[in-house]
């Protein structure tokens, strides 16, 4: 999270788990950053092209959008929970300023 702040990152979890849900998740892993909820209409999702609808989850995504709201980087699947390739995207656009 360090890394993340020194760029001037903000990092956010977006899932389609109702809130309860996420709050157990966030204590049992120790998650310090806020986790938001797209369980109602699943919008964030399928605006992302992320959602399966006939399961009605979501991908597992990694996005870094820079300060203009350009998608930087996508890491998708089961390898977007290493945050290191989001760590890389954020340096490298904390750089182009």
Not at 75 to 85: C, F, K, L, R, V
């Amino acid at each position: 999270m360090a890394k993340f702040d020194a760029s001037e990152t903000k990092v956010f979890g977006i899932s389609t788990d109702n809130t309860p849900s996420q709050k157990e998740f966030a204590a049992k892993t120790d998650i310090k950053f806020p986790l938001l909820s797209d369980f109602a209409k699943r919008e964030v999702s399928a605006a992302y092209g992320v959602l399966m609808p006939d399961n009605g989850m979501a991908n597992r995504s990694t996005f870094v959008i820079d300060k203009e709201g350009k998608i930087v980087y996508i890491e998708q699947g089961n390898s977007a929970i290493d945050p290191t390739g989001a760590e890389t995207a954020c340096s490298r656009a904390a750089h182009k300023k």
